[in-house]
């Protein structure tokens, strides 16, 4: 059982370039989520999904976009790369009748000169 | 206000201490509350959920105050392992999580 994986573990970007970041898992969650970590501020909600298809915006939603089209992938892409963009991504997956228990892929670094 | 904030730390303590870690929200209708555990450079992990009457889990204790919005972790006989960053985080509903920015606790030989 994988869990949560994402691909790529590390990007580098120049300003205005984009990419997509892959989140899968195996555990058929329904709800999975982006959320981007940066330092003394802990993890914010960039977009989440509730469903195969379904995508809403969370705290921080600019600048990303989200599809679902696959209920075991989430992606989220970035159309033109920014400086203030340089994170950490992670994506998480629950299910409601895991007491909403999220599980964690293992980041993605990205850095946006 | 925040919505969700915790001890600024860091902690630094000896093994074989007790610490306590605390949290507190803004949204009294928030609905299930949790501790994570992050390792430097690593993912969130699920430490505990926390329940209303408290509840334990070997050394890890939590409490949840309602009344007063707040979240309690109590680590007791601290190890070295147990040095990580503890994040407070709060579910609203359903899909609506919100992260606290996290204790740094650091256990000294």
């Known amino acids: 059982n994988a869990g949560v994986t994402q691909t790529p573990k590390f990007r580098v970007l120049k300003t205005g370039q984009s990419m997509t970041l892959l989140c899968a898992q195996d555990?058929?969650?329904?709800?999975m989520y982006w959320y981007r970590q940066d330092p003394g501020m802990g993890l914010r909600l960039i977009h989440y999904?509730?469903?195969?298809?379904?995508?809403a915006k969370g705290e921080v939603p600019d600048g990303y976009n989200v599809s679902r089209l696959k209920k075991q992938n989430f992606l989220l892409g970035l159309e033109s790369a920014a400086p203030s963009q340089t994170s950490v991504y992670f994506c998480?997956?629950?299910?409601?009748?895991?007491?909403?228990?999220?599980?964690f892929g293992p980041g993605t670094r990205l850095t946006v000169t | 206000r925040k919505e969700v904030e915790q001890d600024p730390g860091p902690f630094n303590v000896p093994e074989g201490a007790t610490v306590a870690f605390n949290c507190t929200y803004s949204?009294?209708?928030?609905?299930?509350f949790f501790w994570y555990r992050q390792d430097c450079r690593k993912e969130p992990k699920l430490l505990m959920s926390?329940?209303?009457s408290g509840n334990e889990d070997g050394r890890f204790t939590a409490q949840l105050n309602r009344a007063s919005q707040y979240i309690s972790l109590l680590i007791r006989d601290s190890k070295l392992s147990d040095s990580a960053t503890y994040l407070c985080?709060?579910?609203?509903?359903?899909?609506?999580?919100?992260f606290g920015p996290g204790t740094r606790l650091s256990v000294l030989p």
């Open positions: 998480a997956s629950t299910q409601p009748r895991d007491n909403y228990e999220q599980y």
């Open positions: 555990m058929n969650h329904e709800y």
């Open positions: 999904s509730v469903g195969e298809g379904t995508t």
């Open positions: 949204n009294s209708a928030s609905q299930s």
């Open positions: 926390v329940y209303s």
């Open positions: 985080v709060v579910n609203l509903y359903g899909q609506n999580f919100v």
